[in-house]
């Protein structure tokens, strides 16, 4: 700061001044002093306006924190490129092409009625512009953290500009994910505001859903989610295909997979077991068998003739 003027530091007792500008005394220091002018003012401020103008005809440059706004403004710190850290930028996209935050949370107005439901919005533009860049007509976009979709909206918005069937799926774990990011989906598709400020919808569509319980707790399995539900998620895991209609006749056999029929032996409060007399139950015909239960008393042996591969039930059979 005294490459500018001459500074120092000095009590002025503002200890209730700073606890109200942070809005309580939490973290605030009883004990701190301010920088202030060492000389009169009219002669710092004709110093500083000197060393501000030898920047301007680069003669001199700047002290490492310097004044925004011609002076004026607020303190800022440079970073030079020697001490920088990665990888410097190549290239710039001006709000002109992409947008900027302001012209996002205005978008964002004018699909909810007049006002941005969300905070940190992205210009539909700039992400539109990424898409042309690393996608195609025929891409699926993926945006682990949709926040208010403006991915949807930017994928939307191509398609009906240039015939594209892009696709998008979005994830997102906020508690705002069905009154905002699929709100706004749903807005985009149909259209949204009246009178000169009507957009005209997109067309499309999409599909929402919301997770349930999951399904697995660490390592052991979550019996609170139903029977059916746990029986879709085993047979998917090992088949990638959904799970056939129940057989009446074999309330624990799930289904053939490439010629082998798989079996969920399980029972919410007993204990299950693959032995012999469990293989006395089993009537589909098949080239193998891959059986869940809890417990498996067959040998080796026996599993190798009768191509049997034992999985155990992942759950904490103790309690039962």
């Known amino acids: 700061m005294n490459e500018w003027t001459s500074y120092e530091l000095r009590k002025i007792d503002d200890y209730g001044k700073r606890c109200e500008l942070c809005g309580s005394e939490r973290g605030v220091s009883s004990d701190v002093c301010a920088i202030m002018l060492k000389k009169p003012f009219e002669e710092a401020k004709s110093e500083a306006l000197y060393r501000y103008e030898q920047g301007i005809v680069k003669e001199k440059p700047w002290p490492l924190l310097y004044f925004t706004g011609k002076g004026k403004g607020g303190i800022r710190r440079k970073q030079y490129l020697d001490s920088s850290a990665g990888r410097v930028a190549t290239n710039l996209w001006l709000h002109a092409d992409t947008g900027h935050t302001g012209e996002a949370a205005n978008e964002l107005a004018g699909i909810f009625g007049g006002r941005s439901p969300f905070d940190t919005p992205k210009p539909t533009r700039l992400i539109e512009r990424i898409l042309q860049i690393a996608s195609d007509p025929d891409s699926i976009i993926l945006d682990s953290f949709a926040g208010s979709g403006t991915t949807a909206h930017a994928v939307l918005s191509m398609n009906k500009a240039d015939g594209g069937n892009r696709k998008f799926i979005l994830v997102e774990m906020g508690d705002y994910a069905d009154s905002i990011t699929a709100e706004r989906v749903k807005r985009v598709i149909n259209g949204y505001g009246d009178g000169k400020n009507a957009v005209a919808g997109t067309g499309g569509g999409f599909s929402y859903y919301e997770l349930g319980e999951p399904l697995i707790h660490g390592d052991v399995l979550n019996e609170n989610v139903g029977v059916e539900k746990i029986r879709e998620y085993v047979y998917f895991t090992d088949t990638k295909s959904r799970l056939p209609d129940p057989h009446p006749d074999e309330p624990y056999f799930m289904g053939v997979h490439v010629n082998s029929a798989y079996y969920f032996y399980y029972?919410?409060?007993?204990?299950?077991?693959?032995?012999?007399?469990?293989?006395?139950?089993?009537?589909?015909?098949?080239?193998?068998?891959?059986?869940y239960a809890d417990l498996c008393t067959l040998s080796e042996a026996e599993l190798e003739k009768y191509h049997i591969t034992f999985k155990k039930i992942p759950r904490d059979i103790t309690r039962l």
């Open 267 to 291: 029972e919410r409060q007993a204990v299950t077991t693959l032995n012999r007399e469990f293989l006395h139950t089993v009537k589909t015909k098949a080239d193998a068998y891959v059986i």
